[in-house]
């Protein structure tokens, strides 16, 4: 059997170098990070870096590592009931970056959209 001129096209490795070259910048100027589980995702549009850690205090020292600013692009996702998942989404360095909390957030939400 012959292949398909329809045979879907992927992109190379090499398009998630900067991914790779992200995440080990954060590595150098970090060192304290602790470590995230993390996917690179390469699409035909780009490269996404999916981090995730498993409480909130090492969200937010990515966060801040990251530079996202407290108020953008962060958002509390709701799981069920009163429960959510913090999540923040940034593009730096040109990658887009998908930062999560694996910890669910109890109890009600303030008014500045963070657990109160």
Same mark, same amino acid.
């Given at each position: 059997?012959? +292949? ?11 398009a998630?170098? +900067?991914?790779? &070259?992200?995440? %080990? ?13 993390? %996917? !690179? #995702?390469v699409?035909?549009?780009?490269? !996404? ?13 990515? &966060? ?11 958002a509390? !996702? +709701?799981?069920?009931?009163? &429960? ?6 940034? !593009?730096v ?6 930062? #999560?909390?694996?910890v669910?957030?109890?109890? +009600?939400?303030? #008014?500045?959209?963070? %657990? %109160?």
């Amino acid at each position: 059997m012959s +292949p398909s001129s329809t045979t879907p096209t992927h992109p190379p490795l090499t398009a998630a170098l +900067p991914a790779c &070259r992200l995440l %080990a910048g954060l590595a150098a100027l970090h060192p304290g990070l602790p470590a995230a589980y993390t %996917a !690179i #995702t390469v699409l035909d549009h780009g490269v !996404i870096l999916g981090l995730t850690v498993d409480t909130t205090d090492v969200w937010e020292a990515y &966060r801040a590592a990251l530079g996202v600013a407290v108020g953008d692009e962060v958002a509390l !996702i +709701p799981a069920s009931d009163d &429960r959510h998942y913090l999540t923040a989404d940034a !593009i730096v360095d040109g990658v887009e970056v998908h930062l #999560t909390s694996a910890v669910l957030l109890l109890g +009600p939400l303030d #008014t500045q959209g963070g %657990a %109160a």
